[in-house]
């Protein structure tokens, strides 16, 4: 444990921030799913609306690197590949 007042205000800190970035990777994941089940079952326009959603939320999440950027980049083009290809 940290002994400084200063130590211990940085721990929680990182705390709030960490079940912060866990829960907008959660969210990522989950919108994740929920594409490639839409894709899967040839619902291409409800597909393109999450694909959306999901672009944006990637773009977010790594201006405020909790992915990287390039992650993000790769990411939306295998999914935009994924979605063109069904």
């Given at each position: ?23 907008i ?11 490639i ?45 994924k979605?063109?290809?069904?």
């Open positions: 444990m940290p002994i400084k007042k200063s130590a211990l205000k940085e721990l929680r800190k990182s705390k709030k921030r960490h079940l912060h970035n866990i829960s990777s959660s969210e990522l994941k989950t919108l994740n799913k929920k594409f089940s839409l894709v899967d079952a040839k619902k291409i326009e409800q597909a393109k609306e999450i694909l959306c959603r999901l672009s944006a939320k990637l773009d977010s999440a790594a201006n405020k690197k909790i992915i990287h950027k390039k992650k993000a980049s790769r990411k939306k083009s295998r999914l935009a590949r979605l063109r290809a069904s």
